[in-house]
T-cell receptor, first 114, second 111 residues
Framework: SAVISQKPSRDICQRGTSLTIQCQVDSQVTMMFWYRQQPGQSLTLIATANQGSEATYESGFVIDKFPISRPNLTFSTLTVSNMSPEDSSIYLCSVEGRAGREQYFGPGTRLTVT | TQLLEQSPQFLSIQEGENLTVYCNSS?????LQWYRQEPGEGPVLLVT?????EVKKLKRLTFQFGDARKDSSLHITAAQPGDTGLYLCAGENFGNEKLTFGTGTRLTIIP
């Protein structure tokens, strides 16, 4: 399984600002995923990020609000732009496993917007 | 939109009891995975089931994939406090690597 780290682990931000979350993997992977987990709820996929191409966003999520970079096969960033309290969530990155079915997750970034 | 409904949503039982968590959908999935998530951590994969009717055992945990590949169950025997956590099923969609996560079951085992 891959080892995934995220930075920051948590942050408290003011309304209207932006936060960039970093995701680092210890091995090269083709696909990386970004999820949002609102308090007490399940995971919702934000977008899929392949190296060298534009991220693919799920319904309800747009690039202007959640720009994603994927500069190489071990790293990705997700920016939460112009934040509002409704953006308070845990943001998780994941990568696909070798079998191509399962996913391995980072520890998450807990974001609170005041 | 594919939905995976889990039941129960919350479950609190005494140590040593048995329990079953259900994951149901009207959609067919390529595979079904179960994850456990503890506070402050990301979900951790427990098992992947691929074939309709498949049963897999992981120590005291038994996972079953429905014959029609639309549903799954997780049975825990003699629950222990270490089993406490959020259990999530996730269906793998055909044709891509995306997962649809279930609504989650928050399990608490009381010592």
């Amino acid at each position: 399984s891959a080892v995934i780290s995220q930075k920051p682990s948590r942050d408290i931000c003011q309304r209207g600002t932006s936060l960039t979350i970093q995701c680092q993997v210890d091995s090269q992977v083709t696909m990386m995923f970004w999820y949002r987990q609102q308090p007490g709820q399940s995971l919702t996929l934000i977008a899929t990020a392949n190296q060298g191409s534009e991220a693919t966003y799920e319904s309800g999520f747009v690039i202007d609000k959640f720009p994603i970079s994927r500069p190489n096969l071990t790293f990705s960033t997700l920016t939460v732009s112009n934040m509002s309290p409704e953006d308070s969530s845990i943001y998780l990155c994941s990568v696909e496993g070798r079998a191509g079915r399962e996913q391995y997750f980072g520890p998450g970034t807990r974001l609170t917007v005041t | 939109t594919q939905l995976l409904e889990q039941s129960p949503q919350f479950l609190s039982i005494q140590e040593g009891e048995n329990l079953t968590v259900y994951c149901n959908s009207s959609s067919v999935f390529s595979s079904l995975q179960w994850y456990r998530q503890e506070p402050g951590e990301g979900p951790v994969l427990l098992v992947t089931v691929v074939t309709g009717g498949e049963v897999k055992k992981l120590k005291r945990l038994t996972f079953q994939f429905g014959d029609a590949r639309k549903d799954s169950s997780l049975h825990i025997t003699a629950a222990q406090p270490g089993d406490t956590g959020l259990y999530l099923c996730a269906g793998e969609n055909f044709g891509n690597e995306k997962l649809t996560f279930g609504t989650g079951t928050r399990l608490t085992i009381i010592p």
